[in-house]
């Protein structure tokens, strides 16, 4: 099972050149790479200098890259389970106009993306696949997927498939029955997909994300936003990477160096605004466009100079914690969330019976309660950059039991 890396940003900062970079420099050091972009408007090909097809191919001495195309997945795999779906749903008496409906799922095609980039990760020979992932918005709306999907299908086949069954043998014949059964083994095994890419993407040993950004002041912003909503996601981000940052010129005089000088003072604004956000490479913007193997790879050694590619920054440490002071009814306690936070990100917090309701900006996260909380009530809650942390005080009406 290789390692996965997935790089993501805005549009146009430097995502493609950096994963593609990062495989070059790994496959140079004698370490087997795959580079992949599930990105439609795909440019990786380019970076490389070379054409690629849907399917790996070796660019460069142990260096293989490849641009899925998700349209072509889609027909293979979904065509069929989708077929099954709709003879089942109008085998159980929905119309067909309304069958056809509820099996066009947006997103079926990212999904089918990343379960092939799961697919790569684990039969293939490679140690790495880097895989270039397009933008932010669509990078975590992906991420997010398998998580949705297990929802969908669950409510569309609730795990009590069997009374289904049995409602079906009672108003269709026979044949729908078997139907009704083959379709429930094709969503069974959708369903232990979606569970493996699950399982992968929440495993910070198997996958990290590096974020791209440009040392500009609504980049930065977005870049704060999406460690937010990855962190509520439970995905691991092991790398912020600032592109394109301009040589400082020196004591040089003359027009040009001024106005280099103050673009760089700028960007080293933005990047010291970048705090509490883990270690921060960056990588200088060069003169010509770096495409190519050895462009790449000196983009590379300015990004990791001499050490390993793999290894990320500093991580985010736990994310809950809980912590108490007194005894009995008189004590209090609190749970920190640590989650970044940016100053003008809107929060809510709500709970719902044993788990806390945060949410982010629009994106929630459920927290299941600690057991020593659930019998308590909230009492306060205060964030700053880093997390939230919400007091509670025994609830006289549990806390004996
Ligand atoms: N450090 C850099 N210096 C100079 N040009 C760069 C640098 N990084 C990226 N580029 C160029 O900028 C353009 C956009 O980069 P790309 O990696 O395709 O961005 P993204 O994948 O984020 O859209 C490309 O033409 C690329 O060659
Ligand atoms: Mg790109």
New binding site residues.
Partial sequence: MSRVLL?T????????????ATGARLAASGRKALVVST?P?H?LG??LGTTLGAKPSEVDGGLYACQIDPRGLVDDAWGELRGHLRTMLAGAGVDEIDAEELTVLPGVEELLALAEVQRLASSGPWETVVV?C??TAETLRLLALPEAFAGYLERLFPTHRRVVRGLLAGVAGTGTVEKWDATADALSRLAEHLEALRTMLADPARTSVRL?LTPERVVAAETRRTLTALALQGIHVDGVIA??LVPSPGSARGAAASWLRTRRHEQDAVLASLTGIGTLKT?????????GIPALLE?ASGLYGTSDPLEGGASSGQMLEVSGSGRGHDASYSLRISVPLADDSELDLARVGDELALTVDGRRKLVALPSLLKRCIVTGAEMDDSGVTVRFRPDPALWMR
């Fill in positions: 790089f940003g805005k549009g146009g900062v430097g995502k493609t050149t950096l994963a593609a990105d408007a440019s380019d970076a270039d397009g933008p791209v592109n394109r990588v200088d913007h060069r003169a010509a466009e770096p495409v983009v």
